[in-house]
């Protein structure tokens, strides 16, 4: 489901473009760079993904729009929300769920159990939406109806068993009060020979 | 190397229009997908989205199944000196083993396994290099070959042939193999030789070719062709990846059951039994023997056994003894049924045997198995209940590792009768084989001297030397090592190596000269003091092997380097062809083989390039499953090559044995062997009329079962074989079962994937081992998922002396016990502890060869009495927390979720 037709938005917070989103990188660089882990958790933003790995994250959220994906507080345990990012286009499709206080890599939120990816098996393109599961401390996507690959939320979208070639990709979130943005995303999309086909 | 901190890119180039694009076969496991490598200079524009702009011809962003370049498969290689792209990509134009392009994690990644400086690759060995002052220096090859031809001369003139010990990988090529052995059996001529996974040149599965059945006889498509399929000792979706998605998932789909008989539950079992479609028996490590023997029996007290199958093409008793006693004596068949310990006579008098073992019981077996009773009765009743309308239940059986390698012949043999009384084996639907490790590049260049092996089981025939036994005892000094850890792959890790110290390491005789004849006297007086030298062939420094053994150490040139042949798990050959230069000075096995073989005054081995080789070698092949002379035949008819016919096959190849047709100048293939539908016509389409014509060659085992009359022998399975080695390792004192098998995304790929994927090394860190124990063993320890743990064996059994087996329990474990030939070692090694549902209660389970952490460190060096391989996946450990890892509290790499957890 797309959420930013849907929500009325103050006119402050509505998404920015690639070029007004790269503005604001330099800040969010020395954010990334200098900030602890912990720290980030509560706070606004929270995309350090990798510790010792800022930059290359960051040069992941560079051109990507930064879009309205949900509300904190409209989201509930377990229940995955859909939407597309970073476009509209073919193999957009994502989801964010809130996995019920479990912590993730690249989670936010103050358990920093909130986390998005996109919902096409990087292995031959099936389909993964509905194939979420919480049992126990464990979050995945999966079994794939083609190859049976499963994934990790927890982990970044690792692959836990099955054959695709990358971790799925992981739409990097950005928590400004209540509101989710997508500013990024770690890995390529299946089918895409670059995420942004529009830039 | 690489580190988790793995960024994944987001952008793949395209291959454009105008590339070159090569046709290649995945270098890993058995099964051998179809791969394209598309390859353009760097500096020439990529492709473009538009399908006019790619070699694909599809538009991007494609849809689910087509074409597609992810991130980790695009490199950048040198070829002919100047920087290319490459691509390489499931071929989805393939009508065989990938279909649709389908490709594994393994496969799917195989671009990043090419040398590349700026990647975790970058340390190939580039150079030939010998040990000066304790340091691997980049020397010539000249210098090199020579010191390893003048110490290896001097080595089998004053200490013998046995005295130089090759262990050698067995699958990497066919011109490799051809060259390794020509010059190990014909010329050497050392009974101290075998094979990267076995202490002897050993066979894994007697049980299979006693009763006939070729390993590798089924065609991929028949694997999905039964109503009910059994495997056992492994989940093909873990290993065997593409026969699971391409072959057995659709089937299960349309309602084929699948029996898994493992301690373990991963994804293929999920999905069989998320489908309704799978029974799981759970069984200890190494009780197939009863499990199994008690689904016989309840299929024959029912009386479902296949009769009609039984009277055509069972051996009775007078066949069964044909040839017994008279004539050729000297088959491995004839020789083991002098023990009278498998032999039966027929149906008959292995019914008998069989309703008067305790073990078969059903209650009983449930008990040691530990599988309960009413699933063994549900596995009886899918292969052998006769359907609702009367007519048979297809069944078919594919066993792996954990049922060969943890009880070898008793399983072997259970499988075969099994199969044999559900009427499988040699029909479409009906097949019996195995689902295969790595792929099979072996070609014989000559016989193994068995007679020059001191060692000797009951009954009539030497058994191949045990080199771990040899070297261990002091006979070894020399050990030329191909492409193989050799210690860690071995059970009793820990005393190999101190073996490999005492007579290197610690050898007062070191190089500490510049000179070439220096160097030479020097580790000719090591060898004459009682140590030994090492030659190591690898594409990478292995430790401790190469890093801290090796005297010389030779770059091995490998896949996409060089072209070379090999067939995989349904005899499917093809050519995989070279696509870039091989780094530094590395070169091909063959070559180093050949000037080595030249230097120490063999004749021959003159070959100028691996097609050379290949001319030379095809006509010894035509006695085996992948027999490919007819190529060849066909390549010099139509004015080629064996080399460059067999690339015009592209991916596809063909499987062999293979025929040629003089009148109709067709080349053909075999489906599957021991095809007891083929009729004359069929042969005479192939071989021409009336009997193979030319240089076709006949075997039994086209129509019929290897064995002394062409039908199958149904063979008794006696659990006592292996029950009192099991009885004594069962565990006590808090020990657990700890059994070791592959992993999906590190299989056949470990020699460079390990450290040097970067995605691979994300999901597994390298220097990590990792063991899975049940919730309840785990909460009995104190372990949660992520703890460091320490897994110690206190009891490691090791068969330590080279005897003669005469009376018929000599060789069993409880005799050598009792007459001190077994030593009591220790092994250790650490673990991050994963605690899932989906190993058994009672059961640990590692990774099989994580180089850093050995867990064969733990497995007993007690050999199979048959087969004289370890039964690797047969052992004890005790567990404790030392700690927490830290992936116990991050989250950048490994993962702890249970393997078989699924939506």
Known sequence: ?199 | MTTEYYIPEDNAPLPPKNCDVLTTACDYCIVACAYKVYRWPVGTPSGGPKASENAFGIDFPSAALEDWVAPTQHNVVMHKGRPHNVVITPDKQTQYVNLHGDASIRGGCIAQKVYNPDKPTRDRLKHPMVRINGILQPVTWDFALDIAAEVGKHVIKKHGANAYSVKTFSYQFLENMYAITRFSFRDVNTAAWTWHDTPSKATSTPGYRDAGFDNFAPSYEDWGAADTLLISGTDPYETKTIIFTQWIKPAIERGMKVIFINPRETGGTTFAKKMGMGLHLDLYPGTDTPLLGAIARIIIENGWQDDDWIKNWVNNKWETDSGFGQGTRNTPWQWRTTWGKFQTGGFEGYKKWLLAQNEYQLENAARITGVDAAKIRQAAEWLAKPKADGTRVKASFGIEKGAYWSAGTPNTNAVASLATLCGAGGRPGQVVGRFGGHQRGGQNGGSYPRNKSPEKVPGRRRRPLDTDRWLKSGHTRLAHVIGTTWMQAMAGTVGLQQAFEQMVTNNPHQVRSHDKQEIIDTLKKRTDSGGMVVWDHDIYLRDPIGSRFADIVFPAATWGEEDFIRANGERRLRLYSKFYDAPGDAKPDWWIIAQMARRMGYDGYDWKSSSDVAEEMSRFSRKSRKAYHMIKVAAHREGTTLHEKLRSLGSDGIQGPTFYNYETGELHGTKRLHDTTLTKADMDKKWGTDGPQGANFHSKKYTHFNSQTGKVNLQKHPWSLISDYWYWLQPRDGELWHTNGRINEIWQSGFDDTERRAYIAQRWPADTQFMEIHPDDAAARGIESGDLVMMYNERVPTFKDTILGVYKNHLQFDTLMKEGHIELGKGAVTAVAIVTPAIKKGVLFTNFLNMWQPTNSLQGAVVDIITGNYNYKLGIAKVRKLGESKYKSTFNSLSFVPRNLSA
């Not at chain 1, 509300?71 to 957009?92: H, W």
């Not at chain 1, 194939?131 to 401390?137: F, I, L, N, R």
């Not at chain 1, 982990?155 to 500013?183: K, M, T």
Request: proline residues 5%.
């Open chain 1, 1 to 199: 489901m797309s959420t930013e037709t849907s929500t009325p938005r103050d006119e402050q917070k509505q998404e920015r473009s690639a070029a007004a989103h790269n503005k604001v990188m330099l800040t969010r660089r020395q954010f990334l760079l200098y900030s602890g882990s912990t720290a980030v958790a509560a706070s606004t933003i929270s995309i350090s993904l990798f510790p010792g790995s800022a930059q290359a994250a960051q040069a992941r959220v560079v051109s990507y729009p930064r879009k309205f994906i949900a509300r904190l507080s409209e989201l509930k345990d377990n229940v995955p929300v859909d939407f597309n990012y970073p476009d509209e286009l073919a193999n957009s499709s994502a989801m964010i769920v809130k996995m019920g206080g479990v912590q993730a890599g690249g989670g936010i939120g103050p358990k920093r159990d909130v986390v998005a990816f996109n919902y096409i098996c990087t292995h031959q393109g099936g389909p993964l939406q509905g194939s979420y599961v919480a049992e126990g401390p464990h979050r995945i996507l999966g079994q794939c109806p083609l190859h049976l690959s499963t994934y990790d939320l927890r982990r970044h979208g690792i692959v836990v068993s099955g054959q695709a070639y990358e971790s799925l990709p992981q739409v990097l979130l950005e928590l400004d009060g209540d509101d989710i943005y997508a500013v990024g995303m770690m890995g390529l999309i299946f089918g895409r020979h670059k995420n942004l086909l529009e830039s």
